[in-house]
Structure formats: C-alpha cells, structure tokens
C-alpha cells in the first residue's frame, strides 16, 4: 500500500510535469533547436508514465488488465498484490484498503487499542461509502433495484460494511457506549434488510449481537432468545457453539432453578465436543461459562481448576484482555470465597487494571464489589470507605448509561423476541443477486490461534471476545 500511494504521487507528479511540456511545445513561436529539446524530454517522460502506469498514451495496457466480477477496473483503481506473474487482482485497490484498515481494527481490539479501532473503523466506512455511491448505491437503494453489473462489486463492499459495523458493535459494547452500539447495530440491521440476500450471511451475526446488546443492558432473557435464533440461523459448528454458551451465561444471569437447568443442558453438549474445534477460542469460552456455573453451584474447587486452565490457554493464545481481565475477576471471587485473601488481592488488582484500560465498567463494578468484600474481610475500614466511594460513583455512571440506552427508540425494538422480518425477493430477484458474492463469504480474521478450516466460519463467530464477562449477573 505505501508503495502504491508512492507511485501515485509519482504518476501525479509527472502528468503535471508532462502537461506544462506540452504547452511549451503548442507554442508557435518555438525554435527548432527548443522544440527538438522539448521533444525529446517529451519522449522520455511518456517512457517513465508509461513505466508506472502499464498504459500508452492511446491508453491500450502494456498487459491485459486484470477484471474483477463484470467490471474493468483501470490502472488507477488496481493494487499490485504480488510479483509477476501472480500481480493478477483479487479485490478492488479500495476494498483492498478497508479490508487492511478491518485486519488492523480486529487485532488491535482485544489488546483494547480501541482509539486506532476507531480511526480505523471511521477510515473504512468512508472508502466504502463512497465506493457504494459510485455503483449507485444511495439512501433508499434496495437490493431488487441494483444493475446486474453492480451486484458483484456491491456485495463485496456491503459484506466489508458489515464486518467494520460488527467490529463497532463489539468495541462500543466493551467501552460500555450502550447508545453508540444501538445506532451501528441498528445500521446493521437496515442495509440486511434492504439486501437481504446479498446479505444472507449477516443474519445471524445481527442476532448474535442483538443478543450481546440486549445481555449487556441486563435483559438476560431477551439475550437468550437471540443466541439462540443465532444458532439456528447457522450451519457452523463454531458459531452454534459460540451461540450456546452465550445462551447458557444468559440463562444462569436469570438465577432461577429453571433456567439453571437450561444452562446445563446448553453447556453440556459442547463441552462433550470441545476437543474437536480449531483454535481455542470456543474452548475458552466453555470452560469460562463452565467454571462459572460451577461456582453458582458452590463447587468452588473444581471451579477455580477449569477457570485457571482456562486463564492460561487465554493468555497464551488470545491475547485477549477482556477476557482475561473477566477470567481474573471469577478466580478472585473464588479465591476471596476460600479465604484466600492474599491471591484475591492480587488477581482483583489485575482485574480492575485491565477493565480501566478497556473502559468496561460493568467489569469495574464487580471487581470493586469484590475488594470491598476482601477489605471488610481483612478489617480494612479505611480501604474498604474509599472503595466503596469509587464503586459508587461507578455505578452511578453505570446507572445512568442503562438508563439513557433502556429510554432509546432502538431499545426494544432490538431486544424484542422477534427475528428480522424481511421482504421475500420473487424468483428472478433471487437469482440476480445470488449470482453476487457467496453467501459463505468471510472476510473476517480469526482471532483464536490454530489451523486454517476447509469451510470458512461465520463473521460472528469471531466475535469471541465480545464481552464475555458481560455474561454474567450484574449486581449493581
């Protein structure tokens, strides 16, 4: 990419030099010895822009450009991905640059790099905004209206518009932006329903975070039934899994026997086959909801050995801070239930650094209702006031965060145990815009560590560090 903007600055550079060559030579006054001078330096600028642009000035390529769907792309809208003879063009120069900017914003957000997730994310909205609205693509635009020429290069863009939406999603729902998360969800939610079958692939992530959403305000609930819908709307073993055991936390944040028992029969089956997945993203999770379902079961020990195996397979593989800041703060909670009180002190302190760096108040809470039991313990009276000063102001923000998004118009309206409803296309429809990308397509990067799949697995199921610890009871 750095070489290629050089070289655009390059070619910039000498079209500017060769149009002022040219007016010099349009002149008719020139002499024969200046206007051979200039001719010849004519001559060799042609030579060095034709160098860098493939082209000839009757604008034939010196190699046969390279097509993306049914659309030529030109010299300027190509990006050399390779040395010949493998320089062939796999994407548009455009989706080539947000999809840089989507690789950039899904490593950086579980390291909690969330202000380059946001540069990023804003840079690769605008590149495909606009790219959308040179294939016609405006407000309004739905899918049946698009020219059959356009449904390829659409869909590419509007699979790598979901991707940077989900992503924001998933960082505003960490930094506890409750409100910013319901106007991407939201925006999610519409261009599915204008493209529902270039977009079939999205639906179930869109339910996926429904449910991340609607379990971060505390509607448990509501959150179970939309992991659910997820896991229906999928064919992926993964993603059902990931499904599953969001449902599962949900369902034991409910606290009821009824809903206790659901849990154990959601978690039960993927934990008999959690050996057999890629990575260890899936595992994880299981054994984070398994061991925290063990410890509202009073069977502390066992807990505390699945969450600490658990812990370093995260630390070691993931790299992912939230989930390891919510896995601290169970094994301290453990350790503070075992009268640990030294190791409690020292995981809690983990886990509230951690949750600051992310902004994850929820997170914040727990832990300082943690310290302030370890204190009341230990007979810290000074410690234990200041604590709870914080823990109140804290949860005052809190308070008032769930409030402003609980009195939002998009509220219930995505928390509601209703599937998208969508205009079912006509049979010609259908085909004209399933003749666009593949419903399987995953432009998504995984994040778990492991070898790569024949099959490629649904964008949301990479969402694996979408605040798992909000998948557990508040107490606020």
């Given at each position: 990419?750095?070489?290629?903007?050089e070289?655009?600055?390059?070619?910039?550079?000498?079209?500017?030099?060769?149009d002022?060559?040219?007016?010099?030579?349009?002149?008719?006054?020139?002499?024969?010895?200046?206007?051979t001078?200039l001719?010849?330096?004519?001559?060799?600028?042609?030579e060095r822009?034709?160098?860098?642009?493939?082209?000839?000035?009757?604008?034939?390529?010196?190699l046969?450009?390279?097509?993306?769907g049914?659309?030529?792309?030109?010299?300027?809208?190509?990006?050399?991905?390779a040395?010949?003879?493998?320089?062939?063009?796999?994407l548009?120069?455009?989706?080539?640059?947000?999809?840089?900017d989507?690789?950039v914003?899904?490593?950086s957000?579980p390291?909690?790099?969330?202000?380059?997730?946001?540069?990023?994310?804003?840079s690769?909205l605008?590149?495909?905004?606009e790219?959308?609205?040179?294939?016609?693509?405006?407000?309004?635009?739905?899918?049946?209206?698009?020219?059959h020429?356009?449904i390829?290069?659409?869909?590419?863009?509007?699979?790598?518009l979901?991707q940077?939406?989900?992503n924001k999603?998933?960082?505003?729902?960490?930094?506890?932006?409750?409100?910013e998360a319901?106007?991407?969800l939201?925006?999610?939610?519409?261009w599915?329903v204008?493209?529902p079958t270039?977009?079939?692939?999205?639906?179930?992530?869109?339910?996926?975070?429904?449910?991340q959403y609607?379990?971060?305000?505390?509607?448990?609930?509501?959150?179970?039934?939309?992991?659910?819908?997820?896991s229906?709307?999928?064919?992926?073993?993964?993603?059902?899994?990931?499904?599953?055991?969001?449902?599962a936390?949900?369902?034991?944040?409910i606290?009821d026997?009824?809903?206790?028992?659901?849990a154990?029969?959601?978690?039960?089956?993927?934990?008999?086959?959690?050996?057999?997945?890629v990575?260890?993203?899936?595992?994880?999770?299981?054994?984070?909801?398994?061991?925290?379902?063990?410890?509202?079961?009073?069977n502390?020990?066992?807990?505390?050995?699945?969450l600490?195996?658990?812990?370093?397979?995260?630390?070691?593989?993931?790299?992912?801070?939230q989930?390891?800041?919510?896995?601290?703060?169970?094994?301290?909670?453990?350790?503070?239930?075992?009268?640990?009180?030294g190791?409690?002190r020292?995981?809690?302190?983990?886990?509230?650094?951690l949750?600051?760096?992310?902004?994850?108040?929820?997170?914040?809470?727990w832990?300082?209702?943690n310290?302030t039991?370890?204190?009341?313990?230990?007979?810290?009276?000074?410690?234990?006031?200041?604590?709870?000063?914080?823990?109140?102001?804290?949860i005052?923000?809190?308070?008032q965060?769930?409030?402003?998004?609980?009195?939002?118009?998009?509220?219930?309206e995505?928390?509601?145990?209703?599937?998208?409803?969508?205009?079912?296309?006509n049979?010609?429809?259908?085909?004209?815009?399933?003749?666009?990308?593949?419903?399987?397509?995953?432009?998504?990067?995984?994040?778990?560590?492991?070898l790569?799949?024949?099959?490629?697995?649904?964008?949301?199921?990479?969402?694996m560090?979408?605040?798992?610890?909000?998948l557990?009871?508040?107490?606020?």
């Amino acid at each position: 990419m750095k070489y290629d903007m050089e070289r655009m600055q390059h070619i910039r550079e000498l079209t500017n030099e060769l149009d002022v060559l040219n007016q010099s030579l349009s002149r008719p006054d020139l002499n024969y010895k200046d206007r051979t001078a200039l001719a010849e330096k004519q001559n060799k600028l042609e030579e060095r822009l034709s160098n860098y642009t493939g082209m000839n000035l009757t604008g034939k390529a010196s190699l046969e450009p390279a097509y993306f769907g049914n659309v030529k792309r030109a010299w300027p809208d190509k990006l050399e991905l390779a040395p010949p003879p493998i320089d062939g063009e796999w994407l548009p120069k455009s989706a080539v640059y947000a999809l840089v900017d989507l690789m950039v914003v899904v490593f950086s957000r579980p390291k909690g790099l969330f202000k380059e997730c946001q540069k990023r994310i804003q840079s690769g909205l605008q590149t495909i905004q606009e790219e959308l609205l040179q294939l016609g693509i405006t407000d309004g635009v739905k899918e049946v209206e698009l020219q059959h020429s356009a449904i390829w290069m659409a869909g590419v863009y509007l699979m790598l518009l979901m991707q940077f939406l989900e992503n924001k999603v998933a960082v505003d729902l960490t930094r506890t932006e409750f409100v910013e998360a319901q106007e991407a969800l939201v925006q999610m939610r519409n261009w599915f329903v204008r493209f529902p079958t270039i977009l079939q692939a999205c639906e179930s992530t869109i339910e996926m975070l429904r449910g991340q959403y609607a379990h971060s305000v505390g509607c448990y609930s509501e959150a179970a039934f939309h992991f659910l819908e997820a896991s229906k709307l999928t064919q992926s073993k993964s993603m059902q899994a990931m499904s599953q055991i969001y449902a599962a936390v949900s369902y034991i944040c409910i606290g009821d026997a009824e809903s206790s028992a659901k849990a154990v029969d959601l978690i039960g089956p993927v934990l008999g086959v959690i050996d057999s997945f890629v990575g260890v993203r899936e595992k994880t999770t299981a054994l984070y909801t398994y061991g925290f379902l063990l410890m509202r079961q009073q069977n502390l020990q066992e807990a505390r050995v699945r969450l600490a195996s658990g812990l370093q397979t995260t630390h070691t593989y993931l790299g992912n801070l939230q989930l390891v800041s919510q896995y601290l703060t169970v094994l301290g909670n453990l350790a503070l239930a075992l009268h640990d009180t030294g190791q409690a002190r020292e995981i809690l302190r983990s886990a509230l650094t951690l949750s600051k760096k992310l902004y994850d108040i929820p997170t914040q809470n727990w832990v300082l209702s943690n310290l302030t039991a370890l204190y009341q313990q230990s007979g810290e009276k000074g410690s234990e006031m200041e604590n709870l000063e914080y823990q109140r102001r804290k949860i005052e923000d809190l308070q008032q965060r769930l409030a402003t998004a609980h009195s939002s118009v998009h509220h219930n309206e995505l928390i509601e145990k209703v599937k998208l409803q969508v205009q079912q296309l006509n049979e010609h429809d259908m085909k004209r815009a399933i003749a666009g990308p593949s419903k399987s397509v995953d432009l998504d990067i995984p994040e778990s560590v492991g070898l790569l799949t024949p099959q490629p697995m649904p964008s949301s199921a990479r969402l694996m560090d979408q605040d798992i610890g909000r998948l557990r009871k508040r107490k606020v």
